[in-house]
Nanobody, 113 residues
Framework: QVQVVESGGGLVQPGGSLRLSCTVS??????????MTWYRQPPGKQRDWVAL???????SYEDSVKGRFTVSRNEAFTTTYLQMNSLKPEDTAMYYC?????WGQGTQVTVSS
């Protein structure tokens, strides 16, 4: 059974930074054609994708986070990271990780002064 676990959320002031982590077991992310995708769901709104990294290293970002967020992975293909800089109140959301259809429970990010 695939398990996806996010962590690293919290409360941060506008302009601050957070790094989210997403760990998948077993290591299905290593397999060709797989990808880890970050999504977020603000209160009362739909869940939308934020960033993607494929097993081959392809990376893509949603326009509103380009230049502020960076997605990466570790060498073992077990964990991906979402480095979030210059955070804005509108980044407040529950952040989820998805690996080939498997969802985590999410981690809350709140940007507020």
């Amino acid at each position: 059974q695939v398990q996806v676990v996010e962590s690293g959320g919290g409360l941060v002031q506008p302009g601050g930074s957070l790094r989210l982590s997403c760990t998948v077991s077993p290591t299905i992310f290593r397999d060709d054609g797989n990808a880890m995708t970050w999504y977020r769901q603000p209160p009362g709104k739909q869940r939308d994708w934020v960033a993607l990294i494929s097993s081959a290293g392809y990376i893509s970002y949603e326009d509103s986070v380009k230049g502020r967020f960076t997605v990466s992975r570790n060498e073992a293909f077990t964990t991906t990271y979402l480095q979030m800089n210059s955070l804005k109140p509108e980044d407040t959301a529950m952040y989820y990780c998805n690996c080939n259809g498997h969802w985590g429970q999410g981690t809350q990010v709140t940007v507020s002064s």
